[in-house]
């Protein structure tokens, strides 16, 4: 079965710059998520889709950050314009159904901002 | 709200020694708990998890922990370190409550293996 996966592996950018993150979620897995995990922490919700409607983006910067999941598959994410304290790596993952099923990530895409 | 605290940042032991992780979490209702552990440059991968009945759960690569309620604690053991369990763990909760399956995360331990 493949697993979750991103593109680019690692962007760098300049400040004020935009970028844009690609997730490709295993097969039939509803639910997908977007994490944000800075140098030396854990990682933290982004924002939260189940099809293609959003359930959760109460954590997501929506003056610079935006996210679409079109038809329910794959998902972008998108920065415009970068801030340095953007700097971090950008993590998908992807559920099946129920809350107990298992959240499967991604390699992440590395973002350095300048 | 929900939280988790992972007790100290770095942990080292010896090769063949006891691993044990710390984790402490803070809930409301009745959490679901993880560990996940994240080698250099890629994802997190699922070592275990907790959502409901024995408190002892047993993961992959040996490793095994227990949720125990009364001290609000998931601690992550493995009995014997081996070198390629060098990496980061993290310990997560969700709510059982809701239909969002949200992950949060502890900061991180990173766990050195020396030969």
């Known amino acids: 079965e493949a697993g979750v996966a991103q593109s680019p592996r690692y962007k760098i950018i300049e400040k004020r710059q935009s970028v844009a993150f690609w997730c490709n979620p295993i097969s039939g897995h509803a639910t997908l998520y977007w994490y944000q995990q800075i140098l030396g922490q854990g990682p933290k919700l982004l924002i939260q889709f189940q099809n293609n409607g959003v359930v959760d983006d109460s954590q997501l910067p929506k003056d610079r950050f935006s996210a679409e999941r079109l038809k329910g598959v794959d998902s972008t994410l998108k920065i415009q314009p970068a801030k340095l304290e953007d700097s971090a790596v950008y993590l998908c993952?992807?559920?099946?159904?129920?809350?107990?099923?298992?959240?499967?990530f991604g390699p992440g895409t590395r973002l350095t901002v300048l | 709200a929900q939280s988790v605290t992972q007790l100290g940042s770095h942990v080292s032991v010896s090769e063949g020694a006891l691993v044990l992780l710390r984790c402490n979490y803070s809930?409301?209702?009745?959490?679901?708990l993880f560990w996940y552990v994240q080698y250099p440059n890629q994802g997190l991968q699922l070592l275990l998890k907790y959502t409901t009945g024995a408190t002892l759960v047993k993961g992959i690569n040996g490793f095994e922990a227990e949720f125990k309620k009364s001290e609000t604690s998931f601690h992550l053991t493995k009995p014997s370190a081996h070198m390629s369990d060098a990496a980061e763990y993290f310990c997560?909760?969700?709510?059982?409550?809701?239909?969002?399956?949200?992950?949060?995360f502890g900061q991180g331990t990173t766990l050195q293996v020396k030969p």
């Open positions: 809930s409301s209702v009745p959490p679901y």
């Open positions: 997560a909760v969700s709510s059982s409550s809701g239909n969002t399956g949200k992950l949060i």
């Open positions: 993952a992807s559920r099946l159904g129920q809350t107990t099923d298992t959240q499967y």
